[in-house]
C-alpha cells in the first residue's frame, strides 16, 4: 500500500476533483449525487492511477476534495473531520448541475498545486498615538486616579500627585 507525501498528496486531491469534473461533463442526463461523485473519482485516480493506495489514505484524500467543494461553495468547515461535511455535500446535490460544475470548477483550480500562488500582503497596523492623559486621570486612560481627586498639601505630595500617605486629611487614602 502506498502513501503519498504531502506535495503528491495535493497532486491526488487535484487530480480527484479533476476527475470530478470530467465525471460531472460526461453525465449530461443524468447527475450523480456529489458523494458518489467523489468516491469514483477517488477509486479511479487511487486504483488505477496511482497504484494501490490504501483505504485509509483515500479516505482522507476524499474527504479534502470535499472539503474544497463546499469552501468553493462559500461554506466553512471545521476540518476533514467536521461532521457536517455529508450533509453538506448533500445539500450541494440540490442545485441545478451548470452551478455544480461550476463549484468543481472553482475547486479544482483552487487546488491545482501547479496555480501561481498569490503574494500575501502583509498589512501593518498603524501606530497608536498615545492620548495625552486627561488632568483627572493617571497614564492609564481608562481608569480615573483616585490620587487627584482633591489637592493634598502633605509632603508625599509631589507634582499634584498624592502617594495617599494616610494621614489625617489626606485626600489620598
Given amino acids: 500500500m502506498l502513501t503519498p507525501d504531502l506535495g503528491e498528496h495535493r497532486v491526488l486531491v487535484h487530480k480527484i476533483l479533476d476527475y470530478s469534473r470530467n465525471l460531472l461533463e460526461a453525465n449530461n442526463d443524468s447527475c450523480p449525487p456529489m458523494a458518489r461523485l467523489l468516491r469514483s473519482a477517488t477509486d479511479y485516480i487511487c486504483d488505477q492511477q496511482v497504484g494501490r493506495v490504501s483505504p485509509h489514505h483515500a479516505a482522507w484524500l476524499e474527504a479534502e476534495a470535499a472539503a474544497h467543494l463546499i469552501t468553493a461553495a462559500g461554506w466553512h468547515t471545521t476540518g476533514l473531520t467536521d461532521p457536517t461535511l455529508p450533509q453538506q455535500l448533500t445539500l450541494l446535490d440540490h442545485h ?78
Fill in 96 to 173: 441545478p448541475r451548470v452551478d455544480r460544475l461550476r463549484l468543481v470548477n472553482i475547486a479544482a483550480d483552487l487546488s491545482n498545486p501547479e496555480r501561481p500562488a498569490r503574494p500575501r500582503t502583509v498589512r501593518i497596523p498603524a501606530p497608536r498615538t498615545p492620548t495625552p492623559p486627561s488632568p483627572r486621570t493617571s497614564g492609564n486612560p481608562g481608569r480615573p486616579d483616585r490620587h487627584r481627586t482633591k489637592s493634598c498639601k502633605c509632603a508625599c505630595n509631589q507634582e499634584d500627585a498624592c502617594g495617599g500617605c494616610g494621614h489625617d486629611g489626606c485626600a489620598g487614602h
